[in-house]
């Protein structure tokens, strides 16, 4: 047994060498994983590039104000709009009351009807 290893017992040096080992595993992924976030970032740069240029002032407002409350409708609504936008269907920027529209129509799509039904006993 070497001098490092003595004042360890067999327990604490697995628990050292599988801290090493976890940590050198996390260095290796790390290029990956900065390799991928970069790419979403870039995405989500270019997304922003063209609503800039597709929308108004006033309705990038509302648009980060439905962000706020309702993310996956911001999203749903962001989706459309660069659809259009690369499209080329979209000849002057989408002001606030175009997006209003936009987002009522998003909203009545998604709305679900509910029902609830009551059973008593003994009724089949």
């Known amino acids: 047994m070497s001098e490092y290893e003595a004042g360890y017992d067999d327990q604490e040096l697995e ?10 595993q996390q260095q290796r992924q790390s290029p990956q994983e900065a390799a991928q976030r970069a790419e979403l970032e870039a995405e989500e740069a270019r997304r922003q590039m063209v609503l800039r240029q597709a929308l108004t002032t006033e309705a990038r407002q509302r648009l980060q104000n ?45 709305s679900r009807e509910t029902s609830i039904t009551f059973r008593r006993k003994g009724e089949v």
């Open 15 to 24: 628990e050292l060498k599988r801290r090493q080992l976890s940590r050198l």
């Open 66 to 110: 439905v962000r706020m409350v309702k993310p996956s409708v911001a999203r749903l609504l962001e989706d459309q709009i660069i659809g259009l936008y690369q499209a080329g269907r979209l000849d002057r920027p989408i002001n606030d009351a175009t997006l209003k529209q936009l987002l009522y129509r998003i909203a009545s799509s998604n």
